[in-house]
């Protein structure tokens, strides 16, 4: 039983770690152009298809892969900043949150059209060791430990760079940053081609475990978004808490509770937090004077 | 000798309203000027409109009798000149000695040097004195937001001096800062006028405060200059008195 539990929360631990790289990109995004994009489950979808597409075209793994990061940072990265984030934001979080599903559909239905509607595998590490009675997967490890060194990398980044820190300052207080001669409008570009390699991150960890679909976005997007909630939003660390404690729960409920309302652990979860603790794991509550 | 700091016929309006109307100032080097008048005169407008914030309707400014009319914030906080706001405006998330540091790190080194070099930019040092001098030093690794309003904006003016500026434009300093604070901070900028020949344009509703520390003052009322002298001079001004001070 205990060994059981184990396994689960290994397995859950590395789920939670891709819904972190992700939810971290929503923060990220969040913090640093006011921008929720709702096509985040949809970008991770993208690059996916790109490295299938590559591979099968006869490139090796390693360059479909690096051919997939280029290709995200192009179209997710500078891209959706440029000829949408940046003409939209003027108009409003509202509209700009519409454009972005907008966004979403249009990678779902262009994928579809492209690779038709069914799953494909995705290269995987094969073979696993033995701990004590349980069997761990390699796949499992690389999820876990990828994920881990990646927001470790990011958040040793963010804290202690000099360009982490104008990141930063750029998240909190635009205004400043512009005047003390932080080149704000880079910093926002960088953290938008952070956020597309976030999500080639996350489709090259968790597409070996779910198959490569063109609606696998909407279910990704949806935990990753609740897991950015539940941890807070405007902290990365947040993010990082939220996706892990988001993965290990939706895995015990899975085994412990009925399946078909694995899907509703993260609506439950968000639903509780919005209730009991809206400011999240690591946010902070504010007031504000009326 | 030319003023570091010249406005002509400034103007700037938002619909029908004219905020900033005509405005014509000049400010020597090394010259500590107040900029007093009731609330919506303009006064802030006209920092906005002097250090790029707002792009004027009309008129010019010369730094160093040079055309800076419409030059962006960044690109004046090079030329030497920055500012403090009305409302607090440090970077919350991050430590004291890190918004100082951030304050002063973009004049540092070339592009490649910010992209590649140390992370404090070699201003740490520059920056426990900049604590020491503002009394700040027990709070250097707190978070900037945790501090109290008071601390907070010696903070911000303390990092408006990390690039060693030559013109300091100062919105309200004293609003929120407790009397025992206030005196500190007077002689503190009195300090770095006499010691660092810095020049500051100081917009300020306390008068004690602005009239002691200023040496020429002028009055905005209705976006114009309605007095421009010495400070005790303008105090006794009628229009003065009639518009803004009362009896």
Redesign the interface.
Known sequence: MLWDNIDLLIAGLATGATYALVATGFTLLWQTSATVNFAQGDFVTLPAFAIIGLHAAGLPLPLALLGGLVIALIVLGAMFKLLLVDPMLSHGLLPLGIAAIALGVALQEGTKAVFGAEAFPFPSVAGGFDLGPLFVNWQDVLVLGAALIAVAALQMFLA????G??M??TA??P????????PVKRMVMLTFLLNASLVTLAAVLISPAILVKFDNGGSIGLSAFCAAIIGGFNQVRGAIAGGLLLGVLENFAATYGPDQYRAAVPMLLLIGFVLFRPQGLLGRATERAV | MTPLLQAHDLRRHFGGVQAVNGISVTVNAGEILGVIGPNGSGKSTLFNCL?G?IAPSGGQVLLDGRDVTGW???DL??LGV??T?QLL??????SVL?NL???G???VGSRIG??F???D?GLTASAERMLARFRLQPLAHARAGGLSYGQQKLLDIA?AFMAGPRLVLLDEPAGGVNLTMLGGLRDLLRAMNEEQGATFVVIEHNMDFVMSLSHRVICIAEGRIIADGPPAEVREDARVIESYLGT
């Open positions: 202690r760079t000099r360009t820190r104008c930063q300052a909190q207080n205004t400043v940053a512009l005047i003390l001669g932080i | 250090l914030q962006r914030p960044c906080n090079r920055s500012r706001f405006q440090v970077f919350p998330q991050l890190e540091i951030l304050a790190q973009e004049h910010r992209l070099g140390p992370r930019a990092m």
